[in-house]
Every structure is written in structure tokens, then in C-alpha cells.
């Protein structure tokens, strides 16, 4: 296939995900954004592209030469080019050239570039893109290959269903991570005698609700929706293969997805939340009238977007969602912030490892790097980032849990953007009760059947 053609292919693919992206990518539960969205995050801003102000202090001769390219914010970009200026100081024989830029324009440089194969050695990447990617059949580098770099320090859960090809090389990195948690508003526990370290269920979930609005007509449990029960059930009580698996088919059962929207349907209906006509006009929790006037208990969020939770009014915890008695996996969300790949047609790719590996582990890089691309990916990453003051002490409480209770079979198959529309848009009628769950499954699966089929033809027609 010529390199036009295939530009135009890739160019085609990732396109149309990024406007579906743009559909889908406001969610459903009036959380907080995600920091992993690149038009979320305040370092993943659309600034106008900043031309490269870092040369090496001399001409590096006979040595190699590395391209590293990103995205982000102006506190991204410093403390890249801060890094990077050090890695060379270490390592007089490289010379890394900095190519980055805002948001806007990133994803269709890159893609042109991986297309033409012409693409930078190292490269940050989200993970909807590298989807897309795989979908086209470009090749990147298997970062594991050369031994060199230290993975200990990640999660290898998250890693081995996520940034594994097809489950084997190793082709993409987490440059930070987030996850599912609850923030919990101790006060009100106590006003309603919860008990906070309850291991609870959903069953918990819908006594306690029920009875907490019962008690006082303007207090609810949650302080918003709940549009994702529904799909976290599904995951909980399946387990593996997955909501869609690794080989893009549904995972599930009629039979469990209806049980999963039978919930969904009973919390609403329980007054578990407040009604979704008012929480809907709250994009934010620090706009929620619920949670910030200490009327609701509990905020479902992520790790990575805590600081927009955290109220200084209010006495609060963090808490892993419920999680039935018979799941057969915890359904806990691990996310990244980003991906960093090795373009499998870098000249060098062991030396970019190499400088992966100074990036990820050295203690004075991810000191420089600090927090601008998210929590760090690594057990001595967060160390170094509790040791200098960098977060909150309940960010790395939550993270630890997330850690410690992650899901084993989340993949971002069903987070492809024709998918998440489709659940999304099902979602949100459940909780403005449009239709019923027996109507709603059965669209749901029809509406995933047909997404799963495109997705099936644009990689055909890529490939």
C-alpha cells in the first residue's frame, strides 16, 4: 500500500474517532472531567503551538539523535525541556529534539507522521488514539524488548490489558494514572449513622439511599446520578471476557445487562440520587448545591481530578465503590492520563527506551517532572511525589486503594468512542426514566452490535 494511501486511511480512522470523541466525551454522571481527555485537562489546553526553545549546550558528533513529541501546557512543556536538558547532560553521546505543541493539530501531525513513517522516536499518544492506531496497523516499538527499562514500579494488571498488542509486546507506557473512587463527606456518614469502613454492596447502596431520603426528604446519598451502575455491574459480576473483549465482541448476557439496568432503574427510583433534571445543570462538584452544602454523602469521581471534589468546608474520606458479594471482579477503574510509545520505526529504539527508562525511574527526572501529566505511574513515582509535597494526601490514599483493588479485565475496547456513544446515550434515558430496562438493553445491545461492526470494517478497510 503506497504511503498516501495509507495516510489517508489512518487519517480517515482517527478523524472520525475524534469527532465521536467529541459526542461522547461529556459523560453522563456529571463527574468531574477526566484528566486522560486531552481537551479536559488545563496541561492538555488547545494553547497555540510553542516553537521549541531547548537546544543541547554543544553539537553532539557521532552520536544519536532522538525526536520526543507532545502535547500539553506551558507547565508541561517547561518541565519536559527541563528533563530532557538533564537526560543530555548525563548522556552527552544523545541529543533529544523537542517537538510539541497544545492540543489542537497534535493528533492529526502525528498521525501524518506514522502514515508517511516519518514519526518521532518517542511519542505521547491518548489511548483512544493508539485504538485507532492498532485499527490501521502501524507498528510500534515493543518497549519490553530490550530488557532495559524497569517496569516493576507499574501496575501490571492495567498494563497487560491495555498497552499490550493483541496481549503480547509491550507498545505504549501510562506517563500517569487515575482511577474510580468515591469521595466519601464523613460529617454526613455520621449525621446518618453509615458506617464508613462498611464493605458495601449495591444492595448496601440502595438500603442505605432509600433510608437517608426517607429520613430527610433533601438528602440523597449520592450527589449525582449514577448513568455508570449499570456498566459497572455488568463488569463486577461477569468478570472475564470483559464488557467487550480484547477480540471486539460483547461480553455479556442479555439476562446480566438487564439486571445491571433493573439497578440502575431501582436507585434512581429509590431516590439514591437527586433528581437528574437538576444535577444535570452541575457540570462540576464545586457547583453541586448537594454536595457542597453537605446535602449528599457520597461524590463518585476519579484520582486524577480529586482537586475539583475536595471542599475545605467538608470532612471527607475516600471509598471504593460497592462491589457484590458474588463479583467476580472489582470493577475498579485504572486509567492513564497519557500513553508514551517508541515508533516502530525509530533508527534507535533501544536508546529511546533507555531514556524512558531515566523518564520513569530516575528520581530527579520525575522530581523535574512532578505531576504534569498526571499522577506518576510508579510506586517510587508517587514517592518522590509524597516526599516533595506534590498532591494531596488524599489523592495517594485513593490511589492506593485503586491500586490495591483494580479491575483485571477492564480493557478500553468499550471506551472506543461508537461504543461509548451508544452506552452513554442509553444511560442518560435510563436516568431521566425515558425508557424502560428491558427497552434498554435490548438497544443497547443492537446499538453495540452495529458499533462493533463498524469498527470491524474501518480496520478492514485499513488494513
Known amino acids: 500500500m503506497s504511503k498516501m494511501k495509507r495516510a489517508t486511511k489512518l487519517i480517515a480512522i482517527l478523524c472520525m474517532i475524534c469527532l465521536v470523541m467529541g459526542a461522547a466525551g461529556c459523560g453522563n454522571n456529571n463527574q468531574a472531567p477526566d484528566s486522560s481527555s486531552p481537551a479536559s485537562s488545563a496541561e ?12 543541547p549546550t554543544e553539537t553532539v558528533q557521532d552520536g544519536v539523535e532522538l525526536r520526543f513529541s507532545w502535547w500539553g501546557g506551558d507547565a508541561r512543556h517547561e518541565q519536559t525541556l527541563a528533563m530532557i536538558e538533564k ?19 497534535y493528533l492529526q501531525k502525528i498521525m501524518t507522521q506514522l502514515a508517511g513513517g516519518v514519526a518521532p522516536d518517542i511519542m505521547q499518544i491518548g489511548p483512544e488514539q493508539y485504538i485507532g492506531i492498532q485499527m490501521s496497523g502501524e507498528n510500534f516499538y515493543d518497549i519490553e524488548k530490550p530488557g532495559i527499562l524497569d517496569l516493576s514500579g507499574f501496575d501490571h494488571n492495567y498494563m497487560n490489558a491495555n498497552c499490550r498488542f493483541n496481549g503480547g509486546e509491550l507498545h505504549t507506557l501510562p506517563t500517569g494514572v487515575t482511577g474510580g473512587i468515591y469521595v466519601i463527606n ?8 453509615i458506617p464508613f469502613d462498611i464493605d458495601w454492596t449495591w444492595d448496601d447502596v440502595l438500603e442505605i439511599g432509600k433510608r437517608v431520603n426517607e429520613a430527610n426528604p433533601d438528602h440523597h446519598l449520592f450527589a449525582v446520578g449514577g448513568a455508570d451502575v449499570p456498566q459497572t455491574y455488568i463488569r463486577q459480576i461477569l468478570g472475564e471476557p470483559g464488557y467487550i473483549t480484547m477480540n471486539l465482541e460483547i461480553g455479556f448476557s442479555r439476562e446480566l445487562a438487564l439486571e445491571g439496568f433493573q439497578l ?72 492513564a492520563a497519557q500513553w508514551i510509545g517508541i515508533a516502530g520505526t525509530s533508527a534507535n529504539p533501544e536508546e529511546a527506551v533507555k531514556f524512558l527508562d531515566f523518564m520513569f525511574n530516575d528520581p530527579v ?37 485503586v491500586l490495591s483493588n483494580t479491575s483485571k479485565t477492564w480493557n478500553l475496547r468499550g471506551n472506543l468512542p461508537e461504543l461509548l456513544a451508544v452506552y452513554n446515550d442509553i444511560a442518560d434515558e435510563l436516568m431521566f426514566n425515558v425508557s424502560p430496562p428491558e427497552t434498554l438493553v435490548d438497544r443497547l445491545i443492537s ?7 463498524a469498527v470491524k470494517a474501518q480496520a478492514a478497510a485499513a488494513g
Open 186 to 193: 464523613k460529617d454526613f456518614f455520621e449525621e446518618h449513622n
Open 365 to 401: 527526572a520525575i522530581e523535574i517532572l512532578g505531576d504534569v501529566r498526571g499522577i506518576q505511574p510508579t510506586v517510587k513515582g508517587r514517592e518522590v511525589m509524597q516526599v516533595n509535597g506534590l498532591g494531596m494526601p488524599i489523592t495517594f490514599e485513593a490511589m492506593n486503594l
Open 264 to 335: 440502575g432503574a431501582a436507585l434512581r427510583d429509590a431516590k439514591v440520587y437527586p433528581p437528574i433534571e437538576e444535577t444535570v445543570l452541575y457540570t462540576m462538584p464545586n457547583e453541586n448545591p448537594y454536595w457542597i452544602e453537605g446535602r449528599a454523602g457520597v461524590y463518585p469521581s476519579q484520582v486524577g481530578v480529586l482537586t475539583t471534589v475536595v471542599d475545605d468546608n467538608l470532612n471527607l474520606g475516600v471509598k471504593l465503590m460497592p462491589i457484590p458479594k458474588d463479583a467476580k471482579d472489582s470493577g475498579v477503574f485504572l486509567g
Open 44 to 55: 492538555s489546553s488547545s494553547a497555540a503551538p510553542v516553537a521549541p526553545s531547548l537546544t
Open 87 to 105: 537526560y543530555m547532560e548525563l548522556n552527552s553521546h544523545v541529543k533529544v529534539d523537542a517537538e510539541y505543541s497544545g492540543w489542537d493539530g
Open 447 to 453: 446499538g453495540l452490535e452495529s458499533g462493533i461492526e
